[in-house]
Structure formats: structure tokens, C-alpha cells
């Protein structure tokens, strides 16, 4: 199978390389981003790190902006039973196939071995394979040697949860990117109403959009009080 694999899968709408707030992980943006320049990109990246790191967002960015320029480009979510690993072995080499929580096929070894294969086939290729997880190559529970060494022969980059300190601008800019402007005393509000990771912090801004959206409704603080109410139950 030389062509392209549809996948029944959507990228988050939200996520961009232009609204990833990099704090602690610009390096880590710049070297995904670069993948979009066919000229010039490594055949390999590797990105690990904790839940709501921003590894998920990085790689539906790449796919949105590589396809934006009419890029092949597949998301893989790892061990989703609906994907065939067979499958996945023979996707397209001139693709940017990004895989996503490699966790959850460690272990595995017929995943790894499809992994290993497309690996090698993008190498001789024009395509990239960027795989994330929660650990480096070494440390991810890897059955085969040889794909845990190659994950890590390409850039391999550490991303940090976002501090408390960047919060507010993370959401700040979320917001603006989406069009809408957040006023110190929502964000304030909010921080004080959400678990204070990205993705929960995110997730709601995502809600509070469609629903001043559907609603025709700025964003205030009674407005976010409402609807926050509504979705926590209180």
C-alpha cells in the first residue's frame, strides 16, 4: 500500500503552532515547525513529556500546517483499535505521519514492528515521522532495541507542562487567535475555578467560545460564572 490511509480522525480545532505558547518549550516549537519545509526537514523527531505538555497540540499543528501547504500528512493515535498497525507500517513514506502516545503500544510487537518499518521506509523517503510520548525512546518500555535506538538517533525534545506564572498569557493568547479578548478579572476568575493545567484551562476557553458564540454573549465575568456553573455542576 503506497497511498495515502484516511483515517476517521479530527484534529483539534483549537491547535496551532500559532496559538502554542512556548514558555519553556520553544526549542521544541521551532524544531516541529521546521518539519514543514520539505527542503530541509530531519526524517525523525521525538517529543516526550507529561500529560498536557503540549505534545498532542504540536503534532496536530504540524498536520494542519503541512497540510495548509498540500502536504501529505497522517495523525496516529497509538493502539486506537480501529487503526491496523499493518497499516500503519505502510503509509505513504512521503508523508508526515505524526504518532501520538506511543505508551500505549509499548510493549506491543507487532506495533513496534510497524512502527520500525515505516520508519525505515520514510528514511529512504521525503516524508518525517514524529512520534510522542510520555518518556524518552530509552525509558518508553520499548520491546525492539532497534526502534528505541532509531527514535532517538533524530531530535529528541523534553516539553514542560506550562508554569503558573504562564498561564494567563497562555490563555490570553489562545483567546486572541480565536478572536476574543479575555479581561484580567475572567482569567482570574477562571484560575481560580479550573485545575490549572493547559489542558483543562483550554478545554474550557474552548466551551466558553461556542457557547458566547451560540449565545451572542461577550466574555464577563457573570457570562463565564453562568456557564461555568453549568459545566461543573455547581
Given at each position: ?5 484516511n483515517l476517521?480522525?479530527r ?7 500559532e496559538n502554542?505558547f ?8 521551532a524544531a516541529?515547525?521546521a ?7 530531519p ?9 498536557a505538555?503540549?505534545?498532542?497540540h504540536l503534532?496536530?499543528a ?5 497540510t ?10 497509538a493502539g486506537?483499535e480501529?487503526?491496523?498497525p499493518?497499516?500503519v507500517s ?5 508523508s ?14 507487532v ?15 521525503t516524508?518525517?515521522l514524529?512520534?510522542?510520548?510520555r ?6 518500555g ?5 526502534l ?15 508554569a ?11 483567546a486572541?487567535r480565536?478572536?476574543?479578548e479575555?479581561s484580567?478579572a ?10 490549572r ?5 483550554f478545554?474550557m476557553?474552548d466551551?466558553?467560545d461556542?457557547q458566547?458564540?451560540s ?9 463565564v460564572?453562568e456557564?461555568a456553573?453549568?459545566?461543573l455542576g455547581?
Amino acid at each position: 500500500m503506497t497511498g495515502q490511509l484516511n483515517l476517521p480522525l479530527r484534529l483539534a480545532d483549537s491547535a496551532s503552532f500559532e496559538n502554542f505558547f512556548p514558555a519553556a518549550n520553544g526549542e521544541a516549537l521551532a524544531a516541529v515547525s521546521a518539519i514543514t519545509d520539505s527542503s530541509a526537514r530531519p526524517r525523525s523527531l521525538y517529543l516526550y513529556g507529561s500529560p498536557a505538555s503540549g505534545k498532542s497540540h504540536l503534532l496536530h499543528a504540524l498536520c494542519r500546517g503541512a497540510t495548509e501547504q498540500s502536504q501529505l500528512t497522517v495523525f496516529v493515535p497509538a493502539g486506537l483499535e480501529s487503526i491496523e498497525p499493518e497499516l500503519v507500517s505502510q503509509l505513504n513514506p512521503s508523508s508526515i505521519v505524526c504518532v501520538d502516545d506511543l505508551e500505549n503500544i509499548a510493549g506491543t510487537r507487532v506495533w513496534e514492528e510497524a512502527l520500525l518499518e515505516l520508519y525505515e521506509r520514510v528514511q529512504g523517503s521525503t516524508g518525517a515521522l514524529v512520534v510522542a510520548g510520555r518518556r524518552p525512546p530509552g525509558e518508553a518500555g520499548l520491546l525492539l532495541p532497534d526502534l528505541a535506538t532509531r527514535l532517538a538517533v533524530g531530535g529528541v525534545y523534553s516539553l514542560h507542562p506550562l508554569a503558573e506564572a504562564d498561564m494567563a498569557d497562555a490563555m490570553r493568547l489562545r483567546a486572541h487567535r480565536r478572536g476574543l479578548e479575555l479581561s484580567d478579572a475572567v482569567i482570574s476568575y477562571l484560575l481560580r475555578r479550573v485545575r490549572r493545567d493547559s489542558a483543562t484551562v483550554f478545554a474550557m476557553l474552548d466551551h466558553l467560545d461556542a457557547q458566547a458564540f451560540s449565545q451572542q454573549r461577550r466574555l464577563t465575568v457573570p457570562f463565564v460564572r453562568e456557564v461555568a456553573a453549568e459545566l461543573l455542576g455547581d
